[in-house]
């Protein structure tokens, strides 16, 4: 009971909370249609706050309590899947539940936001946003003209149909998807590579993108490599982490009890 009456005291002197106020607005009632009887009893809304003697500021949570409710800006690596890497951040920090806002498929590095324990009811408001993606696109034959690979991707943007792989996470029937944007960021004629970056809408596969490519250009092509570069609202420079960064900082606090690394 001490600790909550303290913790009260301090929410009162904190700069950061709102303060308590007594101060209500006059009411102008000549504003108010003629006919309107009973005016005295109408709800009146104040600006008159009482703190309560519990709960955290947000600036002075305590750990546990940050970890359960927190949001990571995750790194995926190559090769495991993105329910293996949530899985591993799970024992890793020791918490009961996680989630993930888009499957990434295991070659695919890159964006993967991780919700942890209460802030996984998030997961559902991210996985339908738009992504990023940045893609390295062989082709089975050599295109002497940079300008005509442009237009070939230009002409992918805008709803496009698309068939799932054969190696895919989802039912192979035909679907509509929509490509905002793409911009050709370089081009190899010697080793037939095209570097693009694209927007485009929840669950479009960049490998299907890839040959339908290569069939505008009519030589082929296939996916190299892929790396999303933003998820939602989250992308590579919002204070990303890697697995890494993650296991250092709990062992940092395990064996130094520093929160620091922690909390970032």
Not at 91 to 114: A, F, Y
Not at 159 to 181: C, D, G, M, N, W
């Amino acid at each position: 009971m001490d600790e909550q009456r303290q913790n009260g005291t301090d929410q009162e002197q904190d700069l950061t909370m709102i303060k308590p106020q007594s101060f209500t607005p006059p009411n102008d009632t000549s504003k108010w249609p003629i006919l309107l009887k009973n005016y005295d009893r109408l709800n009146v809304r104040t600006g008159h706050y009482t703190p309560l003697p519990s709960g955290h500021s947000p600036l002075k949570r305590p750990l546990a309590e940050y970890i359960r409710y927190g949001v990571m800006n995750l790194d995926k690596p190559a090769n495991p899947s993105s329910h293996e890497v949530v899985a591993w951040i799970k024992r890793i920090l020791r918490v009961e539940k996680t989630g993930h806002s888009g499957t990434l498929d295991p070659k695919v590095t890159g964006n993967l936001i991780v919700c942890i324990d209460r802030a996984t009811r998030l997961v559902k408001s991210q996985q339908g946003a738009g992504k990023e993606y940045v893609c390295v696109a062989r082709l089975h034959d050599k295109v002497p003209d940079v300008a005509k690979v442009a237009r070939a991707l230009e002409t992918l943007t805008g709803a496009v149909f698309q068939r799932p792989p054969l190696i895919s996470a989802v039912k192979r029937q035909l679907r509509i998807r929509t490509i905002y944007e793409s911009k050709l960021l370089e081009y190899d004629p010697d080793r037939h590579l095209v570097v693009f970056w694209i927007s485009c809408e929840a669950g479009t596969y960049v490998r299907t993108m890839c040959v339908h490519l290569g069939l505008i250009l009519g030589v082929g092509g296939h996916m190299q490599e892929l790396r999303r570069v933003r998820s939602g609202i989250l992308g590579e420079k919002d204070n990303m982490v890697t697995m890494h960064d993650v296991m250092d900082a709990q062992w940092v606090f395990d064996n130094y009890r520093d929160e620091t690394y922690l909390r970032r």
